[in-house]
Nanobody, 124 residues
Framework: QVLLVESGGGSVQAGGSLRLSCVAS????????MGWFRQAPGKEREAVAD????????RYGDSVKGRFAISRDNGKNNIYLQMNNLKLEDTAMYYC?????????????????WGQGTQVTVSS
């Protein structure tokens, strides 16, 4: 079972930036996709970004395109989410996710392993 640990969340004013980190350990060599999801109170879990760990292809949710960027450490199963120009609606618990599957449809159901989450709060 892959262990995922997120860090980097916090409180920031609208327009500010945060960088989330996710460290994957235990059996991480078989990971095919890693990604970030978020969930606000009373809402469904939403895909933010994911990354194909082999060909480095990235995808982003429409609401974060142009503002967020997912990246990884070369040769390591650590990923990051650089979040710029944060908006009030970005407030949520952010989760790191990973899967051994060769295919991701950019939905939460495609991912098998999840971190505990890190809270991001954006205020005006």
């Amino acid at each position: 079972q892959v262990l995922l640990v997120e860090s980097g969340g916090g409180s920031v004013q609208a327009g500010g930036s945060l960088r989330l980190s996710c460290v994957a350990s235990r059996y991480g060599d078989s990971i095919k996709f890693m990604g970030w999801f978020r969930q606000a109170p009373g809402k469904e879990r939403e895909a933010v970004a994911d990354l194909d760990m082999y060909n480095h292809t990235t995808r982003y949710g429409d609401s974060v395109k142009g503002r967020f960027a997912i990246s990884r450490d070369n040769g390591k199963n650590n990923i990051y989410l650089q979040m710029n120009n944060l908006k009030l609606e970005d407030t949520a618990m952010y989760y790191c996710a990973a899967t051994y599957n060769y295919y991701s449809d950019f939905r939460a159901t495609a991912f098998s392993f999840w971190g505990q989450g890190t809270q991001v709060t954006v205020s005006s």
